[in-house]
């Protein structure tokens, strides 16, 4: 069950993807569940699966894609996609993909509306898993968002490599000028996490303000703000 805003809206697709706790997979990897989803306007509704899903991980996450150049402006009828939320600890957290890969937490004290219906597991249910060494595959290559940022005195850089190949990942400040480099050569498939204490390559600690880190592996070039705080 989800709040509806506008009940004129067709989400195209509903889907459920798996995921470690506080990071879902790429919507490409979500298994799909639901098409042509309705709901009533300003209203609870609810939508039922094609069959239904048993989650064997710490993160189970429904994926509602919103119809291609949707836009949200107002509430109730006629005011475009949208689900409600709830203040404080109540409701799940929510998640915006505008790519479906790269996912943008929702401010941790509001909560998505959106409550789930189980059912006992029985033979036969789809199961959406991780695979057997505890591990989301690789699905794609990705520039994963930095954490903590704001940060003081350090941060963690995380990406993962669907195909082995050349990485540099690389520090600049707002002049363009690189600071630090972190990572560069050849690597393996897999995931991989760096932590960057605001030094440049000399080890020499950097002033506060706003730096760049430039992730690139192949054709993939994403780059993430990083806040330097003291």
Not at 19 to 40: I, R
Request: glycine share 12%; aromatic share 10%.
């Amino acid at each position: 069950m989800w709040y509806n805003n506008d009940g004129s809206v067709v989400f195209p697709e509903v889907l459920v993807a798996s995921g470690v706790a506080g990071y879902p997979e790429p919507a490409a990897s979500a298994f799909l569940v639901a098409t042509n989803v309705c709901g009533a306007t300003s209203s609870w509704s609810e939508a039922t699966f094609s069959e239904p899903v048993a989650a064997l991980d710490d993160g189970l996450y429904v994926v509602f894609r919103l119809p291609e150049g949707s836009e949200h402006s107002g509430d109730g009828l006629g005011g475009g996609a949208g689900i409600g939320y709830t203040e404080g600890p109540n409701g799940f957290t929510g998640w915006l993909s505008l790519d479906g890969e790269d996912w943008v937490k929702l401010q941790a004290s509001y909560g998505m509306a959106v409550e789930p219906i189980t059912v006992e597991a029985e033979d036969g249910m789809v199961e959406k898993s991780v695979d057997d060494d505890g591990e989301l595959p690789v699905t794609h290559t990705a520039f994963l968002l930095p954490s903590p940022n704001p940060f003081n005195p350090q941060t963690q850089l995380q990406y993962q490599l669907k195909d082995a190949g050349h990485v540099d990942l690389s520090v600049f400040n707002v002049r363009g000028e690189r600071v630090a480099r972190l990572a560069s050569g050849y690597q393996a498939a897999g995931r991989f996490q760096l932590t960057w204490r605001g030094t440049d390559e000399s080890g020499q600690r950097l002033a506060s303000g706003t730096y760049f880190a430039r992730f690139t592996a192949g054709p993939v070039v994403q780059t993430q703000r990083l806040t330097l705080v003291k």
